[in-house]
């Protein structure tokens, strides 16, 4: 886990609130939230840690979006990019919404299925923005 | 447990180095970590409470850009 947090000031320190803080961000956070969910094997704390750390990727992409795309026109892909983030962000909250309803209904039952899925919703979140993004843009 | 919290406060720390809202993401960070070192499950409030942290920067990025 130490190793992780120094990756995570290592590749965002100093950085400015560009596109690349967003992708460094988002997809460590996501990788360090999926340990930390593995890490807590009580299910509704697995689904409340998971979602923080969603919470906190999309604190990043909402600050991006504010910040480096006022304007649809403040940056060329600021046009692709934000529909991308809110499209991401609006499947990655579905995914969650049901793993929570689950640990919350049968905090007993095996939530897995539930959980997993969740976790692909995240980590897909994080990829999209990979994928369609342009680091450099920073 | 305690490598929680320092993840929290290094991403806060991070956050704050490019965002300006470092006082309201250090909130969140700490209720985070307290819930999830708490000896019960979360609470409906604690629930609720990282709902409406999620919905207020849903609302941010949601909202549209100048001349979209």
Redesign the interface.
């Given at each position: 886990?130490?190793l992780?947090?120094a990756f995570?000031?290592a590749v965002?320190?100093?950085?400015?609130?560009s596109l690349s803080?967003v992708i460094s961000?988002v997809g460590t956070?996501t990788t360090?939230y999926g340990q930390?969910t593995k890490?807590?094997a009580?299910a509704?704390?697995s689904v409340?840690?998971m979602?923080?750390g969603?919470?906190?990727a999309?604190?990043?992409?909402?600050?991006f979006?504010?910040?480096v795309?006022?304007?649809?026109?403040?940056q060329p892909f600021?046009?692709t990019v934000?529909p991308l983030?809110?499209t991401g962000?609006a499947k990655t909250?579905a995914a969650l919404d049901v793993a929570?309803s689950f640990v919350?209904t049968h905090?007993t039952l095996d939530p897995t299925s539930a959980i997993n899925a969740a976790e692909a919703a995240v980590t897909a979140f994080a990829k999209t923005e990979t994928d369609n993004g342009v680091p450099s843009h920073g | 447990m305690g490598?929680?919290q320092?993840?929290l406060e290094?991403?806060g720390?991070?956050?704050a180095?490019?965002?300006?809202?470092w006082e309201e993401?250090k909130a969140?960070f700490d209720f985070?970590a307290t819930?999830?070192n708490g000896a019960t499950?979360?609470t409906d409030a604690?629930?609720t409470k990282?709902h409406d942290?999620?919905a207020k920067?849903?609302a941010?990025?949601?909202a549209p850009?100048?001349?979209?």
């Open positions: 886990m130490k992780l947090i995570v000031l965002t320190l100093g950085a400015c609130s803080t961000t956070a360090v930390v890490y807590y009580h509704p704390k409340f840690a979602r923080a969603f919470d906190l999309l604190t990043a992409a909402a600050h979006k504010q910040d795309c006022p304007r649809v026109d403040s600021c046009k934000v983030l809110r962000a909250i929570e919350r905090p | 490598n929680l320092q993840f290094a991403a720390a991070v956050l180095d490019g965002f300006a809202t993401a969140f985070t819930v999830v499950d979360p604690d629930w990282l942290y999620e920067q849903l941010i990025l949601d850009m100048d001349g979209e």
